[in-house]
């Protein structure tokens, strides 16, 4: 529970959300380096202060992110929560870096920056193996912020050979007039931030009601959520943080029929792609979670209440995907509030379908309206897109639509049986 917080910082703002916001006015930008340091100094200093916070507060802070934790519980995890929530101030260092590197089109240290913490995690276990619980915690803790460490040290070795450093050492030393520029970025950047983080917020609020439910049903889904992720984060983030600056240095050139090709093509690919990984990802749940996650602690109880959760968030998978896609082209087009308003109905949903699934499906109902709530966000970023644009897409490749269209039957289907069989709310 301590970390879910920062990682949920980490999820947003690491897989493009600072980015997409950051690019646009970086690129249009009089004076690129003033415009940089002058965003730096502010976020830097804002997320310093928030950190400060949480470690003051974090007792109450606590208590809000786990609602089911009772009073003792929340006295055991808030100082894992304020040592956890430091994580946030070297996400902002990276992720500051990681737009800078995505304008030059560098993308290999960001992308390969999260095995580092990933690393940083399971070095600190494997040091930690013959401690008490609480210990192996806190060494946990650490290892998760020396992960953040050598994000940090991996992004400024990229650097090199940029001429970003240099660009930013100006910035520092000449005072200029970045105030459109600044403005234009700070109107950007909370849309952006909220509407590419519809997946994880709703991921977040998951957590949250688990609370209150018997110990283990957070980790039921944390561990079914890590696997969703993968091929998300493998095709549909890869994709739309590679195609963005593509996208937006097209329409910058008056180029909407170029732009449209590429989205296209991308549509197509991740549509396949995605469609695949969701049928074998919700046909093979029980193999899957059992080949990754059984053993030791883990017992094959825990592996088919997972899978069941698995499975249902296996729904979600095409829908949270395509519309990344379709929200690229908002952003390129500086349409950031209508994605933030298309995100925010699509929440809405998501706390809706919660509160009524919760009660005959438990943990799987809230799996399952997460991915309600991705079907409801593709729906609207499409037509934020154009249904005549998406017809287009479509009539473009109609083998592959019917592939689409099939697919997804038999993922409903698919969907359909495991209900019946994890639960059994149908009768």
């Known amino acids: 529970m301590a970390f879910k917080l920062p990682n949920l910082f980490r999820s947003v703002f690491a897989e493009g959300a600072f980015t997409q916001a950051f690019l646009p006015s970086f690129a249009a930008a009089r004076y690129k380096g003033a415009f940089s340091v002058h965003i730096f100094l502010r976020l830097f200093a804002a997320v310093l202060a928030l950190s400060a916070l949480a470690a003051i507060f974090s007792e109450p802070l606590t208590a809000v992110i786990a609602w089911g934790f009772d009073e003792a519980t929340v006295k055991i995890a808030a100082p894992y929560v304020a040592a956890a929530f430091w994580y946030l101030d070297f996400v902002f260092l990276f992720s500051f870096l990681t737009a800078l590197l995505h304008y030059r089109k560098s993308f290999a240290a960001p992308a390969f920056s999260t095995a580092l913490l990933n690393i940083a995690m399971i070095a600190a276990l494997l040091c930690a193996r013959n401690e008490g619980k609480d210990t192996i915690v806190w060494y946990l803790t650490f290892g998760v912020l020396i992960g953040g460490a050598l994000q940090l040290l991996l992004h400024i070795a990229a650097l090199r050979g940029k001429r970003l450093g240099a660009m930013l050492f100006g910035g520092f030393k000449k005072k200029r007039d970045t105030q459109a520029d600044t403005n234009r970025f700070y109107k950007a950047f909370f849309p952006v931030v909220f509407s590419g983080s519809a997946v994880h917020i709703a991921a977040f609020l998951d957590t ?85 996650f059984e053993r030791g602690e883990f017992t094959r109880q825990d592996t088919i209440v997972s899978a069941g959760a698995l499975a249902f968030y296996m729904i979600g998978l095409v829908p949270f995907g395509l519309s990344r896609l379709f929200a690229l082209w908002l952003y390129s087009n500086h349409q950031q509030s209508l994605a933030a308003k298309n995100s925010a109905i699509s929440l809405g949903f998501n706390a809706l379908f919660s509160l009524a699934l919760i009660a005959p499906m438990g943990i799987y109902g809230l799996a399952l309206s997460g991915s309600l709530a991705g079907l409801i966000l593709l729906f609207l970023n499409a037509r934020s897109f154009g249904w005549q644009r998406v017809l287009g897409m479509i009539r473009a490749k109609m083998a592959l639509a019917l592939f689409a269209a099939l697919a997804l039957e038999a993922l409903a289907i698919e969907g359909f049986k495991l209900a019946v069989d994890y639960r059994g709310f149908f009768g």
């Open 208 to 292: 949250l009601l688990a609370s209150l439910f018997a110990a283990g049903s957070i980790s039921y889904l944390y561990y079914a959520n890590r696997v969703f992720q993968l091929p998300l984060a493998l095709f549909a983030i890869a994709a739309s943080m590679a195609l963005f600056p593509a996208i937006a240095k097209a329409i910058k050139r008056g180029d909407q029929s170029g732009s449209i090709a590429l989205l296209t093509k991308n549509f197509w690919l991740l549509l396949f792609l995605l469609s695949l990984s969701a049928l074998g990802g919700a046909a093979l749940s029980d193999g899957v979670v059992w080949l990754l």
